[in-house]
DNA sequence: ATGGCTGGTAGAACCAGA
């Protein structure tokens, strides 16, 4: 029998300071899973008692103080919690969970990397490279059908971007960072199934700064968000939509929920 | 005019995000 499943990620821009507009969006959209990226807020003072009132029971938290931040709140029970780091310096960027099916789900929160697209000049661009390395080599031992989703801090195509050339020296859109993004679809023969939905060329962000007057006027948006999913559950998604409505309410987060639609 | 804002933490003319 097969069961349909909801799964979300969303970098909430601290999960307390925005748990109202959590709360809208879960009892607008009720999905299964919820990931979260920058919930900046460590274990102890993560605001539990608000999803379990939700009904999201199964939490998975990888937090620390002021920074960074991951966590997969869930109605459907989970086993096998991990937490990889990838950015090999104890930052909190990743937590996974083995949901019923045997699917994996891996949130991630891959780093900026700074202003500067060098990694000499600057190191935190080197880490980002990095952490895609790392998450390459572990692409390579998959063992189960896995969804890796969260926000990876690069838009790939052109299409992803506002202005493509402008964006090419900007950090997340540089050819370095996609060339490096591209190893790791490769290396475990990922999907994109933001772009299997809503397919290249057409537009589709899920980021726009803060300091855009107005966004809609100017659209200087990326897509920095993604759902990527290993070769055995490319035909199980049946759906896949942003919620671009959540940019523009009150004190919003300036990225924006992406869910898929699964039938495991 | 892609940093013009925002959050956390300190108690900064900070730091970090992207």
Request: proline share 5%.
């Amino acid at each position: 029998m097969s069961k349909k499943i909801t799964i979300t990620s969303w970098n909430i821009n601290s999960v307390r300071a925005r748990i109202g507009i959590v709360e809208d969006f879960l009892k607008q959209e009720a999905p299964d899973i919820l990931c979260l990226q920058e919930t900046k807020v460590a274990d102890d003072l993560f605001p539990r008692d608000k999803f379990e009132e939700w009904g999201y029971h199964h939490m998975a938290i990888n937090g620390q103080k002021m920074h960074h931040g991951v966590a997969t709140l869930s109605k459907i029970p989970f086993t096998d919690v991990e937490k990889f780091d990838w950015q090999a310096n104890g930052e909190a960027r990743h937590i996974g969970v083995t949901l019923p099916s045997g699917v994996r789900l891996e949130n991630v929160y891959i780093p900026a990397g700074g202003d500067v697209a060098d990694r000499e000049l600057n190191p935190k661009f080197g880490q980002k490279l990095d952490f895609f390395a790392r998450m390459t080599e572990w692409s390579k031992t998959l063992k189960s059908p896995t969804i890796v989703t969260g926000d990876f801090n690069v838009a790939p195509l052109p299409s992803d971007v506002w202005n493509h050339k402008q964006l090419l020296k900007v950090v997340s859109h540089t050819p370095i960072e996609v060339e490096t993004m591209d190893i790791l679809k490769a290396a475990g023969n990922w999907t994109d199934i933001g772009r299997k939905f809503i397919e290249d060329p057409e537009r589709l962000f899920t980021w726009w700064s803060y300091r855009a007057k107005d966004r809609l006027a100017s659209d200087r948006g990326r897509r920095l968000d993604h759902m990527w999913v290993t070769p055995e559950l490319v035909d199980k998604v049946v759906s896949h939509h942003i919620s671009e409505y959540c940019r523009d309410w009150e004190k919003p987060s300036d990225h924006i929920p992406i869910t898929s639609e699964f039938n495991f």
